[in-house]
């Protein structure tokens, strides 16, 4: 074998709350993140000795999360319920019910889930991450200009979703 | 700051908070070793071993085909030479029945008869 099993144990001890929470995140399903997260790490066995380090291996594992869990929600052929313009032509801040005590913890897969595909996996790098948008477009080979764009409709649409179903974050200047 | 800005960075450190990592069910760990151990079948991997087998390997490969070199050219020389010996033995056989031929014609016209 190219690694010994405790050193393999060890890495996937060390990175599975990375590799799972992308792959949840990005997928929207428990089980499916399950079986892209240990897909991840199996590759990583199989790749791990062209990895020179502990840096290089957090890189490649979120990385290679990345991709493998867009490749599940391409196949499962997931899409949003909704457009997102046709969900903000829906809803408008002005006709909301009252606001909820749901917090966004408990509320934020199902608004992530909401997101197109790209969006989400920018949204999630920044904030669960909390990479740089320049490190983001590193990883996904797009440009800066890109990157950001979805940012920013990302969020944008996020905090419209939230506030429609949540009222925590209703604040608009006027 | 202007209030929106205000309000976006709020909002996003709240997603900050809330995006914290997600834990597996238990025995993940376990599960990825078992995968692991079922796909990692014993097959002969040059660029997988250890430096000294690695080695070695290359080293027994890379005899194996010089011997086969050596050989292949010592069975390709010897085959010339029987050539070379073939074409000279007929070349000589050629030269023979000319010689007989030629005695024989010498003979016939000095009125000699041999035998039959």
């Known amino acids: 074998m190219a690694i010994a099993d405790d050193e393999f144990r060890s890495l996937i001890e060390i990175h599975q709350r990375m590799v799972f929470s992308i792959a949840l995140r990005v997928t929207g399903d428990p089980s499916t993140a399950e079986e892209v997260a240990q897909d991840v790490f199996l590759e990583l066995h199989r790749s791990v000795e062209r990895l020179a380090n ?20 391409r196949r ?39 997101l197109p595909e790209p969006m989400r996996v920018v949204v999630v790098l920044r904030y669960q ?26 969020l944008k649409l996020l905090r419209r979703k939230a506030a429609v179903t949540m009222k925590e974050y209703v604040r608009e200047p006027a | 700051m202007n209030q929106l800005e205000e309000l976006s960075s709020e909002f996003e450190r709240e997603l900050t908070r809330a995006m ?19 796909n990692a079948k014993p097959r002969v991997r040059l660029f997988g071993m250890p430096l000294r087998a690695r080695v070695w390997t290359s080293g027994a490969i890379a005899a194996a085909l010089l011997t086969g070199i050596f050989i292949g050219e010592e069975i390709h020389l010897r085959h010339q030479r029987e050539e070379a010996a073939q074409q000279q033995f007929e070349l000589a056989m050629r030269i023979t029945d000319r010689t007989l ?5 010498q003979l016939w016209d000095a ?6």
């Open chain 2, 111 to 116: 009125g000699v008869r041999l035998g039959n």
């Open chain 1, 129 to 154: 991450e909390e990479m740089l948008p320049d490190e983001i477009a590193r990883m996904l080979g797009k440009s800066v200009a890109s990157v950001k764009s979805h940012l920013h409709h990302g």
């Open chain 1, 76 to 114: 499962r052929a997931h899409r949003p319920e909704f457009a997102a313009e046709e969900w903000e032509e829906q809803h408008s801040l002005e006709d909301d019910a009252p606001i909820s005590s749901i917090n966004l913890q408990a509320r934020l897969d199902e608004l992530l889930r909401a």
């Open chain 2, 20 to 38: 914290r990592g997600v834990d597996p069910a238990e025995g993940f760990a376990d599960r990825v070793m078992a995968r692991a151990q079922v």
């Open chain 2, 101 to 105: 031929e030629h005695v024989q014609q």
């Open chain 1, 54 to 73: 502990a840096e290089h291996i957090r890189f490649w594992l979120r990385r290679v999360a990345v991709h493998r869990s867009t490749d599940a929600l």
